[in-house]
């Protein structure tokens, strides 16, 4: 009988806990091509700290390199001392009979990470994504906002074209306290209903 009271106490305990939301980092890929980056910016509200771009070049065409560079210092110089960039990136990189990769050093993505510990502080950050053919460079720029990566048990989520009314929710909250009060009543009522069947 005591088994069973603690076990529903736990599960009306779990069910009064407020509910966290938390956040899955998530890669965003961005694909760089001969005309420029595929998105060409990312608006706010998708990417938060933690996130990350996954660089990803799709130009094929020989001796033709992309690369990304990132205005941290926000000044509008991308060679800053601060600022960020990829290493160049090539369409395909050679590979031996074991399947490795002939030049270590030949890369077709990248990874950046968004957070401060990359130096790179929740904002508007501005990028330019340059194509080297054959020693002309050509630059396309694009921006890329990310928010700070905040959980909070209150995170209102969206729920279709529009949320809840005022009603609505004081209709759930209704629900929740009569379900609540609904288990405190079987608590009680449940070891009377053992003691009296023994």
């Given amino acids: 009988m005591r088994g069973t009271t603690v076990i529903a106490i736990a599960s009306l305990m779990i069910l009064a806990l407020p509910h966290v939301s938390a956040h899955e980092p998530k890669e965003y890929t961005v694909l760089l091509k001969d005309d420029g980056p595929t998105p060409n910016g990312i608006s706010p509200g998708i990417l938060v700290s933690s996130d ?3 660089f990803y070049n799709v130009d094929k065409r020989e001796n ?11 000044d509008g110089d991308f060679q800053g001392v601060e600022d960020i ?3 160049w990136l090539s369409g395909e990189c050679e590979l031996n009979e074991t399947g490795e990769r002939v030049n270590p050093e030949c ?6 990470l968004l ?6 502080l929740p904002s508007n950050l501005s990028m330019s994504h340059q194509i080297d053919a054959n020693g002309t460079l050509e630059e396309f720029y694009f921006s ?3 928010s700070e990566d905040v959980h909070s048990d209150s995170q209102d989520f969206p729920t279709g074209p529009s949320d809840q009314s005022e009603s609505e929710k004081q209709n759930d909250e209704f629900l929740k306290f009569a ?7 079987v608590l009680i009522l449940l ?5 009296s069947n023994n």
């Fill in 85 to 87: 960039s990829t290493p």
């Fill in 115 to 120: 957070d401060p510990s990359n130096g790179l």
């Fill in 191 to 195: 070891p009377r209903l053992i003691s």
């Fill in 52 to 54: 990350s771009l996954f």
């Fill in 144 to 146: 890329v906002s990310f």
């Fill in 179 to 185: 379900l609540m009060m609904s288990l405190v009543g």
């Fill in 107 to 112: 890369k077709v993505t990248s990874l950046l």
């Fill in 64 to 74: 033709v390199t992309h690369r990304v560079l990132v205005d941290v210092e926000g």
